[in-house]
């Protein structure tokens, strides 16, 4: 247990559906990031949120929207994806402006896209 | 975006031997960062350093910062079955108001009992 919490574990969609994948945590950091995996692949950056802000986008398609409502929260709203957009996401947070931080890691979410 | 240069791709050993693994990079890093990642999971933070030269251990792994700042690397003693997974370092740099991670591209390693 990371203290950073991502539903579901596991998701089929269709390219016509729009869902949404949620990361909570409970470590009163400030700082939550989207990052993509995919197979045989490292990790991608997809979003950067610093109190609620977003910081940075990595060239991220359209199709991905990112929404933090708060500093323990972060969405990310799929619509018309695509099947190579199949992955597991995983979500992150840190705290912001300190010296010695690490990047705690959710268990991700399995995208499957059909 | 920029990558670490992470070295072995995979490493497939007996339990019981010793393992090593680093990560290099053409730029300097003030935190280095090792997690492990186990199939269809989140990684997950194994040792963290702070400081060029810091060795540090977490039981049965040590990693060490390098002088220059632009490489690390993480020792796994006498490993074991539990072992096995896919090992990440990640360099960060500070700047700004969020702290970037860089990730390696992995080590994947399989321990035969």
């Known amino acids: 247990e990371t203290g950073v919490t991502q539903t579901p574990r596991h998701l089929v969609m269709g390219m016509t559906n729009k869902k949404s994948l949620k990361c909570e945590q409970h470590l009163g950091h400030n700082a939550m990031y989207w990052y993509k995996q995919s197979a045989k692949k490292p990790l991608e950056l997809m979003f950067v949120y610093n109190f609620k802000e977003q910081t940075e986008n990595n060239s991220v398609p359209s199709r991905f929207s990112p929404e933090c409502p708060n500093s323990s929260h972060l969405f990310l709203h799929l619509h018309t994806l695509q099947p190579e957009d199949s992955a597991l996401y995983l979500c992150?947070?840190?705290?912001?402006?300190?010296?010695?931080?690490?990047?705690?890691f959710g268990q991700g979410t399995r995208l499957t896209v059909v | 975006g920029q990558q670490l240069n992470q070295s072995p791709q995979s490493m497939f050993i007996q339990e019981g031997e010793d393992v090593s693994m680093n990560c290099t990079s053409s730029?300097?890093?003030?935190?280095w960062l090792w997690y492990k990642q186990d199939p269809g999971e989140g990684p997950v933070l194994l040792i963290a350093l702070y400081k060029a030269g810091e060795l540090t251990s977490n039981g049965r792994l040590t990693a060490q910062f390098g002088i220059t700042r632009k490489d690390s690397f993480l020792n796994i003693s006498a490993s074991i079955p539990s072992d096995v997974g896919i090992y990440f370092c990640a360099g960060q740099r500070y700047g700004g108001a969020t702290n970037k991670l860089i990730f390696g591209t992995g080590t994947l390693l399989a321990v035969q009992p």
């Open positions: 730029s300097i890093f003030n935190t």
């Open positions: 992150a947070s840190s705290q912001p402006g300190m010296m010695n931080t690490e990047a705690f």
